[in-house]
C-alpha cells in the first residue's frame, strides 16, 4: 500500500499537531496549591524551607546558633505531628509558626486556601472586654453584649492560641489577632478541642449575668465552590485578540481617581487616608490635598494600612520637624542598613529603600569610622557593607500640629513615618505599636505546597547604631484599631494631650478608652 505525497504531509501535520497539543497540556501551570500533602511532601518542603532560610534570611543571621536548632526542632515536631495525608492549610498555619520563631515582621506565607471552620461572629475589642457583633456589626444580643468563653474555654486561651501565629512585635496587636481569632477550626486542634459544626458561645452583660448561645458554622459547598471555580476558568479563558482589547482598555491606577480626599472633621481640623506610597508619589491631586490640609491647625492622616518605598509623604512632613541639634557629627543621618548576602543580589539592592553606600557621602575615612562606631560588628560573610540613608533637607515651618494613626499594618516606609514623627513635638502617634517591618523581602515557593514564603532580606538601624528591624514604635496614644471612629472625640483628645517637650521620655503611651471614640 502506497501513500501519496498529500498523504504523508497531512499524517505528519496530524502527528505534530496532536504532540504539540500534549505539550502544552503539561506547559499549562497547575493548580499550586495542593489540597493534600503526604509526610514525604512535608518533608521536602520542610528542608527547602529551612534551606532558604539560612541562605536568605537576615533575622536567621543575626542569630544562627540559637535559630538554627530551633527550627530544626519546630520541623521534627511537624513531621512527627504530621504523618498521615495534611491539608495544606494546616501545613501552612505550621509553617507560619515555624517562621514566626525567627521574629521577623516580615515573615508571611502566601497562597493557601483555608478550608478551616470560622467563627460565626464578628469579635471587636473593647477595652478589656470582646464585643461579639454580626455581620452587620450589631451586637447578636443587645442584653449581653459581651463574650467571656467560646466552646467553654475562656477568651484568654484563644488570645494566646492567637498569638502564636503572630510575629513577636504583633503579639499584643488586637487588630492582628482578629483574623487569626477567626479560625475557629485552627485554633480548636491547637487547643485540643473537637471539631464540630456549631459552636458555643458564653455571652456576659454589665451585671455579670451570663447566657449561652449555640451557632452554627458556616458550611463549605464544595459544589458552589466547583461552579465558582468553572466560571473563573471560563473567564480565563479568551483569545488572544480579546485580551489584547482589554489590555487597549487598561488604565494604570496611578491615574485612576482616588477615593482618598481631604475630609473636614470641624472648623480646624482635616484628616486624609493614604495607604499606597507609591502612588502618592505619583499622584499630584493628593499631594496637593496633603498640603492644602497642613495650612490647617491639625492634619489627620490615617496610615494603618501604609505601605511602599517612596519617600515622598515624609518629605513632605518634614516640614513639621523640629530642628536636630542632638547628633552634631552628622545630623542628616536618618539610619543605617544592611542586606543578606546572595549570589543573586546586587550591590544596589537596597536603593529602593532609598539607601546609598557610606562612600556617596564622600566623608574623610576618620569621619566615616566616628560615623560607624557604634554599629554592631557583622559576619562580612553573610552581610553586605553598611548603608546610609539621609533625612530630607526640608526647613520646619509653621505651628500646625499633625496627628497620625498607624497600625502593626503600617509596614516599609510608613516605618520610618512613625518612627522619624514620634520625636516631633508638633506631631502625635494614634493607635497600635507597628511592627518594625523596615526590610525588602526575599520570597520562594515551596515544591509541593505551593506555598509562598516571605522574610526580611534586609536590616534596618537607626543613627545611633540600634536595631530598628522588628523593634516596632510605640504610639502616643493608644488606640484599639477600629473603623467607625469618632474623629471630633479623637480631636479633643489629641488637643488636650501635653505637648511632648513637658513629656518624660520614658513614659507610657497615653491610654485611650474605646467607648470614648465610639
Not at 207 to 233: F, G, I, K, R
Not at 423 to 446: C, M, P, V
Request: proline share 7%; glycine share 2%.
Amino acid at each position: 500500500m502506497s501513500f501519496s505525497y498529500r498523504s504523508i504531509v497531512m499524517l505528519l501535520s496530524v502527528i505534530i499537531f496532536a504532540s504539540l497539543l500534549k505539550l502544552a497540556f503539561f506547559a499549562v501551570p497547575k493548580d499550586n496549591t495542593a489540597p493534600m500533602l503526604n509526610a514525604q511532601e512535608v518533608r521536602q518542603d520542610l528542608y527547602a524551607l529551612l534551606d532558604q532560610i539560612e541562605q536568605h534570611s537576615a533575622f536567621y543571621a543575626l542569630t544562627p546558633d540559637k535559630a538554627s536548632p530551633q527550627l530544626k526542632y519546630m520541623a521534627s515536631l511537624i513531621v512527627e505531628q504530621y504523618q498521615d495525608m495534611t491539608p495544606n492549610d494546616r501545613f501552612a498555619a505550621e509553617i507560619t509558626k515555624l517562621l514566626n520563631s525567627l521574629k521577623d515582621p516580615g515573615a508571611q506565607v502566601h497562597d493557601f486556601d483555608d478550608q478551616s471552620g470560622d467563627l460565626p461572629l464578628t469579635l471587636r475589642p473593647l477595652n478589656d472586654q470582646w464585643l461579639a457583633l454580626d455581620s452587620s456589626n450589631s451586637p447578636i444580643n443587645n442584653d449581653f453584649p459581651f463574650v467571656t468563653h467560646i466552646d467553654g474555654l475562656p477568651m484568654s486561651k484563644w488570645v494566646a492560641a492567637s498569638q502564636a501565629y503572630l510575629p513577636e512585635p504583633a503579639k499584643q496587636s488586637q487588630e492582628m489577632q482578629l483574623p487569626w481569632l477567626k479560625k475557629l477550626n485552627l485554633l480548636r486542634e491547637d487547643l485540643g478541642l473537637s471539631i464540630k459544626p456549631y459552636v458555643l458561645i458564653t455571652l456576659i452583660n454589665d451585671d455579670l449575668q451570663t447566657q449561652q448561645v449555640t451557632l452554627a458554622l458556616p458550611s463549605h459547598e464544595p459544589q458552589a465552590q466547583l461552579a465558582a471555580s468553572n466560571q473563573e476558568d471560563k473567564t480565563q479563558d479568551m483569545s488572544v485578540l480579546e485580551f489584547i482589547n482589554q489590555l487597549s482598555q487598561f488604565e494604570r491606577s496611578e491615574f485612576q481617581d482616588v477615593p482618598y480626599q481631604l475630609e473636614t472633621v470641624n472648623n480646624t481640623t482635616v484628616k486624609l487616608k493614604i495607604s499606597d506610597l507609591y502612588a502618592f508619589e505619583l499622584d499630584r491631586d493628593l499631594q496637593q490635598e496633603l498640603l492644602k490640609g497642613m495650612t490647617h491647625p491639625l492634619l489627620i492622616i490615617d496610615l494603618r494600612d501604609a505601605s511602599g518605598f517612596s519617600p515622598k509623604l515624609l518629605t513632605l512632613l518634614s516640614r513639621y520637624q523640629d530642628a536636630d541639634l542632638n547628633n552634631t557629627l552628622a545630623p542628616n543621618v536618618m539610619g543605617f542598613a544592611h542586606y543578606r548576602r546572595s549570589p543573586e543580589l546586587r550591590n544596589d539592592y537596597l536603593q529602593p529603600l532609598n539607601f546609598k553606600p557610606l562612600d556617596a557621602l564622600e566623608y574623610s575615612v576618620p569621619r566615616l569610622k566616628s560615623l560607624t562606631r557604634n554599629l554592631p560588628s557583622v559576619d562580612e560573610n553573610k552581610f553586605s557593607p553598611w548603608y546610609i540613608r539621609t533625612k530630607p533637607t526640608v526647613t520646619p515651618e509653621g505651628r500646625n500640629r499633625l496627628a497620625l494613626l498607624v497600625s502593626p499594618k503600617c509596614r516599609q516606609e510608613c516605618e520610618w513615618i512613625a518612627y522619624r514623627t514620634k520625636s516631633w513635638s508638633r506631631a502625635n502617634l494614634i493607635g497600635e505599636k507597628t511592627s518594625g517591618d523596615f526590610a525588602r523581602q526575599y520570597h520562594f515557593k515551596l515544591p509541593n505546597s505551593g506555598l509562598d514564603i516571605r522574610f526580611s532580606s534586609s536590616l534596618t538601624y537607626d543613627a545611633q547604631g540600634k536595631l530598628l528591624s522588628g523593634a516596632g514604635t510605640e504610639p502616643d496614644i493608644w488606640l484599639p484599631q477600629n473603623s467607625d471612629i469618632q474623629w471630633q472625640g479623637l480631636v479633643s483628645l489629641v488637643r488636650s494631650t501635653k505637648p511632648k517637650t513637658q513629656l518624660i521620655q520614658t513614659s507610657q503611651p497615653t491610654k485611650l478608652a474605646q467607648a470614648k471614640l465610639n
